[in-house]
């Protein structure tokens, strides 16, 4: 018995398999500051505001980046881009590691790192949806946000065995490894003709060029879906960032036990991809009911985690409210955004999402660095379920997807 029946998955497993491994291991360089951030902070060699700061600066970096590299992405071929941002992103890791004692330097090099970074995740939706059927898009895009989601507890797992040095060196060389499997294995599927560039640009000519791609996109709802990509996008990114630093500074537990803690958290966080695959379906393929729903969940739980201080408890909603999101988040980026391969600007609507949702992150990591101490960590919960909240109300006048 085949393991495929069909040309087409076969391409498709190839396909997706490439992207969600390159995706886990740039999640993985990603999430690594966040996993030895309390480390860093316990040895003395950056402070909590300065850890802010740096990240910020790299979702900004990485938020323009978005923007310009998924234009980019429309115009040259994606395994260039892929695996030149992944080999630069890791050097710089590297460098990270060796320059503590200069700050303005690993200002630049984190900020670097994030544009490199940024050169990744557009062109690879751009390839899959554009060599795929929408069926198989939809997997494929489960397959990298689940290598999305594994990252952090790969991250967190390394920080409990390795120093903060190592942890960041080994991700680094991981980054670099993969950036060269991945400009030989596309070159290869490109060979054997499992990819090919911009066919759908091929079919733009075509057809009704006065409509131009804007206005396509604006039929395919993009309005409505870039306040949502800046809502998933700060509780995503921001959120799940500050996670080890709320473990040991709200609930009061010791920076081992917080490391083991937020493993956990971020391998329970990634089966919301699958949940939100299995609420999909259920709900009669209906995407913006089910980013309704997991809005409207995360909303709950946020209160629930602001009324309730009990320890376990507590990070218990919290970690439900970030699953839920997590389903609204899922559904932008394996289903709405594959959804518009037909518009010709598959890349640069994604790269415009993503920098919509970082340039949120940003904002929204510095707010909440510069205010935890004067309001707390209590009320930054209430305000994380008033941005959920306003999801809701986004999504609330739903149309029926076609």
């Known amino acids: 018995m085949k393991l495929f029946k069909t040309k087409e998955a076969r391409n498709a497993f190839y396909i997706g398999g490439m992207c969600t491994i390159a ?13 030895i951030s309390p480390q860093i902070i316990e040895e003395g060699v950056f402070g909590t505001e300065f850890i802010g700061t740096l990240s910020s600066l790299f979702f900004i970096c990485y938020a323009f980046g978005q923007l310009l590299n998924g234009i980019i992405g429309d115009k040259i071929r994606a395994n260039y881009m892929i695996s030149l941002g992944l080999i630069l992103s890791g050097a710089g890791g590297i460098c990270f590691s060796f320059l503590t004692g200069y700050p303005k330097s690993i200002s630049v090099i984190y900020g670097m790192m994030g544009f490199f970074l940024s050169m990744i995740f557009a062109p690879m939706v751009k390839i899959t949806a554009e060599n795929t059927t929408t069926a198989h898009a939809v997997y494929c895009g489960v397959g990298y946000e689940m290598g999305a989601l594994l990252g952090a507890p790969i991250a967190g797992i390394l920080s409990l065995f390795l120093n903060w040095k190592n942890v960041l060196r080994s991700g ?51 309005i409505r879906f870039t306040p949502i990509a800046m809502l998933t996008g700060i509780v995503r990114t921001t959120v799940v960032f500050w996670i080890p630093t709320y473990l040991t500074q709200h609930l009061e537990f010791t920076t081992e036990t917080a490391s083991g803690i937020y493993t956990v958290v971020t391998l329970l966080i990634s089966s919301s991809v699958f949940l939100s695959v299995f609420l999909y379906i259920k709900l009669d393929n209906n995407m913006y009911l089910t980013i309704l729903l997991g809005f409207a969940v995360s909303t709950a739980a946020f209160v629930g985690a602001y009324f309730i201080g009990q320890k376990w ?45 970082y340039m949120a992150a940003a904002i929204a990591s510095s707010l909440f660095a510069n205010s935890v101490e004067s309001i707390g960590w209590g009320n930054l919960i209430l305000i994380w379920a008033g941005l959920m909240l306003v999801g809701v109300l986004i999504v609330i006048p739903h149309r029926n997807p076609k």
């Open 313 to 357: 408890i507590n990070i218990s909603l919290l970690v439900l409210a970030i699953i839920f999101e997590q389903v609204a988040s899922s559904m932008l980026w394996t289903r709405y955004c594959p959804s518009l391969r037909d518009t010709g600007m598959t890349s640069s609507a994604t790269g415009f999402l993503d920098f919509a949702s």
């Open 172 to 222: 680094s060389f991981a980054l670099i490894l993969m950036g060269i499997l991945c400009l030989i294995g596309f070159s290869v599927m490109r060979h054997k003709r499992i990819i090919k560039y911009n066919r759908y640009r091929e079919v733009m000519d075509k057809e009704d060029r006065q409509k131009g791609g804007i206005r396509a996109l604006i039929e395919h709802d993009i």
């Open 23 to 35: 995706y886990l291991i740039t999640y993985l360089g990603r999430n690594i500051l966040s996993a």
